[in-house]
């Protein structure tokens, strides 16, 4: 009875993305909802990412300003 962790860990490695990814959307098999979904994903993600690019140029500005 050795193998039985390790028979756990890979039931449970293998069982725990199936169901992270077992949304609604996703297992109702919506083609046409799921694109909206994904348009939408990416309409709230990019404000994020463009935010998180102007506060790193602003912050190499100001470190490249310090130096004399």
Do not use: E, W, Y
Request: glycine residues 4%; charged residues 10%.
């Amino acid at each position: 009875m050795a193998h039985q962790p390790t028979l756990k860990v890979l039931l449970l490695a293998t069982l725990v993305p199936t169901v992270a990814l077992a949304c609604p959307n996703c297992a109702s098999g919506n083609d046409r909802l799921r694109n909206v979904l994904t348009l939408v994903a990416i309409f709230m993600t990019v404000p994020f990412l463009l935010v998180g690019a102007v506060i790193r140029a602003i912050r190499k500005a100001q470190a490249g300003s310090n130096q004399p």
